[in-house]
């Protein structure tokens, strides 16, 4: 009882399902052959086992060796212990091991509500005051028109903060309600019954479901109603100090329109009139006409980019908030065209389609085109005007990509697919690596190979401590969680943990915060400091992606 935690091993802190792969990895120039598994509560030795000969060099250098344990089912709380070397932290072996991290990795977009008051009912300790009711809203000079001049005060309420900000962001916003009523689409039984406790699971509509709208009904009030145009954000000038949402009462302005969030909502609202058809009925008509009318502007307005910098600098006040200034769109096209073909079967969005770039790329906030092509794929039984080499080529391209992950995680010394290339390590490299493992589902499903779960686990057993910082990356959750992420509602409660089931950004080599870091090294470029916006910071683009992954595989993997 009296061994230490060892630094050295290095595993998911959260835990493992009987019949899955369970790894550790163990950092260590010292020759230890063997390890054993002891019982959390009665110390017993239940397991022993080989350490594998084969060593591969972590970024640092630091060679690592994998002890397997995969075919112990026991289920119950355990530890990994190396004689000489010390013990592992403690984990689960369960069934629906990851169900209470997958709800709450929802319930973290209901922290992040804004124009509201939380209550104890369903926020606990971290109920809290309303903060920014966006009830009066000012037009920004960038984004003054005929009818709509100088002066004018609009309310734009609700939606989620974009991240450690309380800004939002009609580009993030897109690709984060994609990811999430992508979940819903591909797991509708599962969120049923799926209790989030937020104000409205009283109601019979699914939880996920009536949190996404609370985002929505922000975005809608983000399209300019006479010519469909959509702005691009909704900020403050400057970011405000690390306070209360109360305390943040800054003036907030909508920011000019753009080609990027007027396509990113066209595809969002043509997902939503599919999804919400049966639960609400007239919502999923406001939503396609908006979506229908998001495209008629895109159309007459092909290519107006988000020029943060050059196009402020006859504005008064200039905005410095994110840009999300994309500057590519093509695949901004690919997702709305697919989106609006899917829920209204129309040809004029095949068209866009037909001769489209269909290279596998990560979905992004500034790459979108997979959003689309994996809801062709999801819905490619009732899109028969498709031609099937068009689909096969989609999902070849689908399963080529996969497949390089696997080659990926067998060359890593964490043995998982984020990693593989060096370019995984941006920032938000977590939601990268969240981004990696629905890909890997996808293919699970398309070909029925067991060994793209195994992989996209893999990539879930890194954020959740196999990897190069000991970290479990998620708040609340694992032995050694970021205590300090930038996430103003966080720190300004210093007396609370932070807010639990954020997953924070990652390791960023990048270090764009100047904040101080342990290590240069890619993989270790993470400090759990307020400060470090670059790597400890939250986001709903980088929520929605690991909300998807936990999620998904309970679906899966329920009992
Ligand atoms: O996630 C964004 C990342 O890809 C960019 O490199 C970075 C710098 O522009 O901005 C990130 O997004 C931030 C946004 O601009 C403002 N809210 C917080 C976001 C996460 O850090």
Redesign the pocket.
């Known amino acids: 009882d009296n061994l230490k935690v060892t630094e050295t091993i290095r595993l998911n802190q959260v835990g493992f399902y009987p019949d899955e792969q369970k790894l550790a990895v163990l950092l260590d120039n010292e020759q230890a052959k063997g390890f054993y598994l002891l019982d959390h509560h009665t110390k017993e030795i239940v397991y022993e086992g080989p350490i594998s000969s084969k060593t591969s060099p972590t970024l640092s250098g630091i060679p690592s060796r994998i002890a397997d344990f995969s075919d112990f089912r026991q289920v119950g709380e355990f530890e990994l212990i190396i004689n000489g070397l010390g013990k592992s932290f403690p984990f689960q072996i369960q069934e629906e091991v990851y169900a209470e991290l997958g709800r709450a990795s929802l319930k973290a977009f209901y922290f992040q509500r804004a124009s509201t008051s939380l209550q104890e009912k369903e926020a606990g300790a971290w109920a809290r005051q309303m903060g920014h009711p966006d009830d009066e809203v000012r037009i920004h000079a960038s984004a003054v028109s005929e009818n709509r001049p100088e002066g004018t005060v609009l309310a734009s309420p609700y939606g989620w903060y ?4 309380y ?1 939002k962001y009609v580009v993030n916003s897109g690709i984060t309600v994609g990811t999430l009523l992508s979940l819903y689409e591909d797991f509708p039984a599962y969120f049923q019954s799926l209790n989030l406790n937020i104000p409205e699971s009283s109601n019979p509509n699914p939880d996920l479901l009536d949190e996404i709208r609370w985002n929505l009904d922000w975005m809608l009030s983000m399209q300019d109603p006479d010519d469909g145009g959509v702005y691009h954000k909704l900020t403050t000038a400057n970011f405000e100090g690390m306070v209360a949402p109360h305390e943040a009462t800054n003036p907030r302005y909508l920011v000019a329109k753009g080609t990027a969030a007027t396509l990113d909502f066209a595809a969002v609202m043509a997902q939503a009139a599919r999804v919400y058809k049966v639960y609400h009925p007239e919502e999923s008509v406001r939503y396609l006409k908006a979506a229908e009318k998001a495209w008629t502007w895109a159309k007459k307005n092909p290519e107006v980019l988000y020029q943060q910098n050059l196009m402020n600098q006859s504005y008064d006040p200039d905005i410095t ?4 200034g994309d500057r590519n769109l093509q695949d901004e096209w690919v997702w709305a065209a697919a989106e609006l073909f899917i829920s209204t079967h129309n040809l004029a969005y095949w068209e866009q389609l037909e001769n489209a770039n269909q290279h596998f790329v990560l979905p992004s ?1 500034s790459q979108v085109s997979w959003m689309g092509y994996y809801s062709i794929l999801r819905h490619q039984e009732d899109l028969e005007l498709i031609s099937p080499e068009w689909v096969s080529t989609l999902k070849a391209n689908l399963l080529a990509e996969a497949r390089t992950h696997l080659d990926h995680a067998e060359q890593s010394a964490y043995h998982t697919p984020m990693g593989g290339n060096i370019k995984d390590f941006v ?2 490299s977590n939601a990268v690596a969240s981004n990696q493992g629905i890909l890997l589902l996808y293919a699970y499903q398309y070909s029925g190979e067991k060994a793209f779960l195994a992989a996209a686990l893999d990539n879930l057993d890194y954020i959740l401590g196999r990897n190069a910082v000991n970290y479990c990356y998620v708040t609340g959750f694992g032995s050694q969680s970021p205590q300090h992420p930038h996430h103003r509602l966080a720190a300004s409660r210093p007396d609370l943990p932070p807010l639990p089931g954020f997953m924070v ?1 990652g390791a960023n080599p990048g270090q764009q915060d100047g904040c101080e870091y342990p290590s240069k090294i890619a993989d270790e470029s993470y400090s759990d400091v307020t400060c470090s ?1 670059a790597s400890n ?1 939250i ?1 709903i ?1 980088w929520s929605a992606p690991f909300a998807y992954l936990v999620n998904a595989v309970e679906a899966l993997e329920g009992k």
């Open positions: 974009d991240a450690g900000d800004n908030t994110g840009a999300y906030w920032w938000g950004g916006y910071e986001a683009n």
